[in-house]
T-cell receptor
Framework: SQQGEEDPQALSIQEGENATMNCSYKTSINNLQWYRQNSGRGLVHLILIRSNEREKHSGRLRVTLDTSKKSSSLLITASRAADTASYFCATVVDTNAGKSTFGDGTTLTVKP | DVKVTQSSRYLVKRTGEKVFLECVQDMDHENMFWYRQDPGLGLRLIYF???????EKGDIPEGYSVSREKKERFSLILESASTNQTSMYLC?????????????FGNGTRLTVT
């Protein structure tokens, strides 16, 4: 199974509402990253949180990390139709190689 | 901005053909990666490279090989394409100390093997 698993698989909200996505992982990590993927495109990096950090902000994005529970959450505030995309968490375990392991993503639909 | 360019957006190949997927990055990144993305399976790492002429197997290298003759170019080779290699292929690059550097992705190549 995947190192990172997102929850829920799909989320549908109205514009202006907040969206929360969760990620759980199995082994100790060096850092955790969130990416966005628009339909038919590559992934775009959103935010990186290191294992010794608990919370990080970037614009309308807020990421938390709980290493004791091996989980992270991504909060998008005041969502817009343009936020419609799939969101993935990726964990880095192997620091020598920097390999990132991805979950299967959460598909977010923001209705105008 | 970093640009990672994959040579084809869509490819249709026949079973048994040798297939080359090309990826070029323009930011002098040391590390390059090939992933495939399938519904329900997420992104899975096929091969990666942290230097010219260096390569490391990822989680699903079987049926694939790679080539990195120049720093900016990382090629994925399907020696004899099979229908179970129909997928979206994503190339990515990152700089220096890879574990704290974000991945920069190309737009993907959707390969269909018939």
């Amino acid at each position: 199974s995947q190192q990172g698993e997102e929850d829920p698989q799909a989320l549908s909200i109205q514009e202006g509402e907040n969206a929360t996505m969760n990620c759980s992982y199995k082994t100790s990590i060096n850092n955790l990253q969130w990416y966005r993927q628009n339909s038919g495109r590559g992934l775009v990096h959103l935010i990186l949180i290191r294992s010794n950090e608990r919370e990080k902000h970037s614009g309308r994005l807020r990421v938390t990390l709980d290493t004791s529970k091996k989980s992270s959450s991504l909060l998008i505030t005041a969502s817009r139709a343009a936020d419609t995309a799939s969101y993935f968490c990726a964990t880095v375990v192997d620091t020598n190689a920097g390999k990132s392991t991805f979950g299967d993503g959460t598909t977010l639909t923001v209705k105008p | 901005d970093v640009k990672v360019t994959q040579s084809s957006r869509y490819l249709v190949k026949r079973t048994g053909e040798k297939v080359f997927l090309e990826c070029v990055q323009d930011m002098d990144h040391e590390n390059m990666f090939w992933y495939r993305q399938d519904p329900g399976l997420g992104l899975r790492l096929i091969y990666f490279s942290y230097d010219v002429k260096m390569k490391e197997k990822g989680d699903i290298p079987e049926g694939y090989s790679v080539s990195r003759e120049k720093k900016e170019r990382f090629s994925l080779i399907l020696e004899s394409a099979s229908t179970n290699q129909t997928s979206m292929y994503l190339c990515a690059s990152s700089s220096g100390t890879a574990f704290n550097s974000p991945l920069h992705f190309g737009n993907g190549t959707r390969l269909t093997v018939t």
